[in-house]
């Protein structure tokens, strides 16, 4: 079984290509922020503007983060927690550069969400990867999405209706923990190994599409993460960027979505 788990991943990846789990650190230097037009679907007025960072970012220091702003970028969804290695079973960590992440960017003025990366095969084991979220976001103010990262390759195994049905599962606990939940997924996978009309209907989804066309779904969301490779000023190497014309803060402050709920 293990083998067949780890040739059904390497397929899955090589077909579909990886998301926000970054398997290699980055270390290209940084130069200047990005030129782009808004992402193909996002034109008009300029979209909100924001990143997602991880421990494969490297420390960026406290003026990284205001270069970051100073660049126009308004928020940050950083990696809270992070999972084992391919081809393993689900053990959840928190990301070793998120407290100092969180106070930095914070501290800049950006308004703060976060993600974890799920490979919990059954509600079970997405519990114990909750329980070190909780641990994570205990005492932490935000004012973006929490997203559940549902791009694992070992998760194809279960048909659509029961991966989908882990998803919400998810993203129902993120609920009543007290945070925005979202889901963050990309176009093939959500395509192939998800109901999505029966998520997007529900929860916001923010999906990555590297394309550079408008993505071919059925389905609505509301953010894009249409680059892998972008450059901003105080991150040395790539990083993701992302559009979203929701405003998210205004939303989340308005409904009282900022902190743990107590008891959660």
């Known amino acids: 079984m293990d083998k067949l788990l780890e040739l059904l991943e390497k397929l ?34 300029p979209p909100y503007r924001y990143i997602d960072v991880s421990r494969w970012q490297g420390k960026i220091k ?4 205001q270069a970051i702003k100073g660049a126009g970028y308004k928020g940050v969804m950083l990696r809270a927690c992070g999972n084992s290695a391919s081809y393993n079973p689900s053990k959840a960590y928190i990301d070793p550069t998120f407290e100092t992440n ?12 976060v993600y974890y990366f799920t490979k919990a095969m059954s509600e079970a084991e997405a519990e114990k990867e909750l329980a070190v979220l909780r641990k994570a976001l205990r005492g932490k103010e935000l004012t973006m999405p929490v997203a559940v990262d549902m791009e694992d390759a070992m998760l ?15 993203l129902e606990q993120i609920e009543k923990m007290g945070f925005f939940a979202q889901l963050y997924t990309y176009t093939s996978y959500a395509n192939r190994f998800l109901e999505m009309e029966r998520l997007a209907g529900r929860w916001d989804i923010w999906l990555a599409d590297y394309t550079g066309k408008t993505p071919k779904v059925q389905f609505k969301y509301s953010a894009h993460q249409h680059s892998s490779e972008g450059r ?3 991150i040395n190497g790539p990083v993701d960027l992302d559009v979203t014309t929701v405003n998210y803060p205004k939303i989340i402050r308005k409904k009282g979505l900022t902190r743990l709920r107590e008891g959660a």
Request: hydrophobic content about 35%; charged content about 20%; glycine content about 12%.
């Open 156 to 170: 194809t195994i279960h048909k659509p209706k029961d991966l989908t049905n882990l998803a919400a599962y998810h």
């Open 232 to 234: 901003v000023p105080g």
């Open 62 to 65: 406290m003026e990284g983060w």
């Open 12 to 45: 899955v990846r090589a077909i579909f290509g990886p998301g926000n789990e970054a398997e290699t650190t980055p270390d290209a230097p940084a130069t200047a922020p990005e030129q782009v037009n808004a992402p193909p679907g996002w034109e008009g007025d």
């Open 102 to 113: 969180y106070a930095n960017a914070k501290a800049a003025g950006l308004n703060i969400g």
